[in-house]
């Protein structure tokens, strides 16, 4: 992920011009998209939205959007509205004041967006386009019909973005939608529809699916290919287009999808020639010896085998198909128990915890734990995993554990009830095996997960915290900022102690010129102590980058223990201190290149 991700959803549903249609998607679109792309598990993106805005209000957002950002920033802009093409061939995106008469003064020209996205100096900037198209409203006849393309990506692929930095546009539909009749919308009869593009960008993010290659990351790429199909799907008329200059890959998300890979190793020639044999006895003798390389402890081994099994189970006569299929039974997850009830606890107390075997060949065990709700915790044993429950919710809790592995899933539903904790003598508060009355469950869709990989036998089990770390960590470290802080004053020391060499190393030159034939500029250069700032230089200005970078990097890691302000603080110390470090070390090396080359002479 970049260091800093920003989206700007602009929906527009109400229109003041009555000939132009009420949408019932943006709205709905909007929130969903909203929630997405701020989640931290998801996106991750610092998200605003402006719903309903004037014309004038839209232009002031989207330049403000773009203006004052930075080289490692990503931006995100999407609009949901109507679009439209003037006479001339323009393409406009409508505002909740504008007049399809008056499109130059009342709409947002998508010149003024490509322009914005030009001069930009954030690093990548996407534009998602959610608009039905129509053609303008014409005061010289009753009744204009649009029709063919809108040819929207022309309106963004005409100018190119200043040098470097990478755009992308990917639009809902190219294709006039509807035209005016007279005042008013050629197809107002046909009720409004909820948006397919933005439901299936939506769901591809939140469900990890538009993760096609499973790394774990949704890239530009893998969303446009996931909403092309589900669109086309939906709506063999409705095609999706992309236009893009980007270098390298574009991550949009993070995936939930968290699905096994496992690169297999065929089965051995003769095995594969004997599952093809013309004899019964043949094939019926490696399906057995297939079930045996299937529990094997060499993974890769175990799931060439079982590739082979599900093509035998798909193809061939029925009694083979059903030892096939009864041998890919083996590898079904098994976790033992599957229901898990932590009674009462009081609120605040150390979690307690319970373990859960899995059971089956090496295959069957190594899965993905990935629990629904936030205050559940999994950490991964050498037989399964250990569950615990985060106390510091009251209430009745109930969640479910996704278990994915290479061929099916499971699912362990775990139930507790975190109740206040137990007054001092004579107080009334509840007991252990009572309750304190109905209260409302603490998950849900919009809770954070975190995935855990179950290793097969043998797997070492990751070392255990002790009891009293074990609680989930806040977000309240302070290392990266305190890293950041400490590059920034290091990157402030060394243009200090550039500035002070520099003035040394005038004033030998200027008295190593008075002395004309008399001397050398290594006896003055070494009267007034030059070089030794200047090697202070280099070493506070190469610290400080070593120190910024390790701030980075903690922060990627470790982002759940950051506050996103301690994140914006890093964030902007970093750079101010590679911003000063950078060229106090270009200046010191050209320096010091300056001073070996012209002693020789001088």
Not at 224 to 253: C, I, M, S
Not at 383 to 397: I, P
Request: hydrophobic share 40%.
């Amino acid at each position: 992920m970049t260091d800093s991700r920003h989206a700007l959803i602009i929906a527009n549903d109400r229109y003041t011009d009555q000939g132009l249609k009420k949408l019932r998607a943006p709205a709905q679109d909007a929130a969903a998209l909203e929630k997405v792309l701020h989640d931290p598990q998801i996106g991750d993106f610092e998200v605003e939205v402006v719903h309903n805005a004037s014309a004038d209000v839209m232009r002031r957002r989207i330049q403000g959007f773009f203006n004052d950002r930075r080289r490692a920033d990503t931006l995100l802009l999407h609009f949901s509205c109507h679009g439209l093409k003037s006479e001339s061939g323009e393409l406009y995106f409508a505002a909740s004041d504008t007049e399809p008469p008056l499109l130059a003064a009342t709409a947002v020209p998508s010149q003024f967006v490509r322009s914005c996205m030009s001069v930009t100096r954030a690093g990548r900037s996407v534009l998602f386009l959610d608009c039905c198209y129509g053609g303008a409203f014409s005061r010289g006849s009753s009744s204009v019909r649009a029709s063919g393309d809108v040819n929207v990506l022309e309106s963004f692929a005409k100018d190119e973005p200043v040098s470097g930095r990478g755009w992308a546009v990917i639009t809902a539909s190219d294709s006039m939608e509807y035209a005016f009749e007279g005042s008013t919308l050629a197809d107002d009869s046909s009720p409004p529809r909820p948006s397919v593009f933005t439901h299936a960008v939506v769901e591809g993010l939140e469900t990890g699916e538009a993760d096609l290659d499973a790394d774990g990351k949704v890239s530009l790429d893998d969303l446009y290919e996931y909403v092309y199909r589900q669109v086309r799907e939906q709506n063999p008329h409705q095609t999706p287009k992309k236009a893009a200059e980007l270098h390298g890959e574009l991550h949009l998300a993070h995936s939930r999808r968290g699905r096994i890979k496992i690169v297999a190793v065929p089965s051995p020639p003769s095995l594969q020639t004997a599952l093809s044999s013309e004899e019964f006895l043949t094939r019926q003798g490696a399906v057995l010896e297939l079930q045996k390389r299937l529990q094997h402890t060499e993974l890769p081994v175990a799931e060439g085998a079982r590739q082979h099994l599900e093509e035998v189970a798909r193809n061939d006569i029925q009694q083979i198909a059903v030892m096939a299929s009864d041998a890919l039974g083996m590898i079904r997850l098994a976790p033992s128990p599957d229901h898990l009830d932590f009674g009462v606890m009081a609120k605040g107390s150390a979690p307690r915890k319970q373990s859960v075997t899995m059971h089956g060949p090496p295959l069957a065990r190594h899965c993905v734990a990935q629990p629904r709700q936030s205050w559940l915790r999994v950490d991964p044993t050498g037989s399964g995993l250990e569950v615990h429950v985060d106390t510091a919710t009251e209430g009745r809790l109930s969640g479910d554990i996704v278990l994915k592995g290479v061929a099916d899933e499971s699912v362990i539903h775990v139930e507790a009830e975190v109740a206040a904790p137990a007054p001092g003598p004579g107080g009334t508060g509840p007991r252990p095996g009572t309750s304190n009355g109905p209260t409302e469950p603490s998950h849900g869709e919009g809770d954070k997960q975190h995935t855990v990989v179950i290793g097969p036998p043998g797997t070492p089990p990751r070392p255990r915290k002790p009891p009293e770390t074990t609680a989930p960590t806040r977000p309240t470290d302070r290392r990266a900022p305190a890293l950041a802080g400490a590059a920034l004053a290091l990157a402030v020391a060394s243009i200090g102690t550039l500035m002070l060499a520099m003035q040394r190393a005038v004033t030998a030159v200027v008295e190593r010129g008075e002395e004309g034939v008399h001397g050398t500029i290594e006896e003055n250069v070494r009267e007034y102590g030059a070089l030794t700032p200047l090697i202070v230089c280099l070493v506070t200005g190469a610290v400080a980058l070593v120190v910024g970078a390790v701030a980075r990097h903690d922060l990627g890691t470790r982002r759940e223990h950051y506050t996103r302000q301690a994140a914006s603080s890093t964030h902007t110390l970093t750079s101010i201190a590679k911003g000063l470090a950078i060229p106090a070390l270009v200046l010191a090396v050209l320096a010091g290149v300056a001073y070996l080359v012209g002693s020789r002479h001088w």
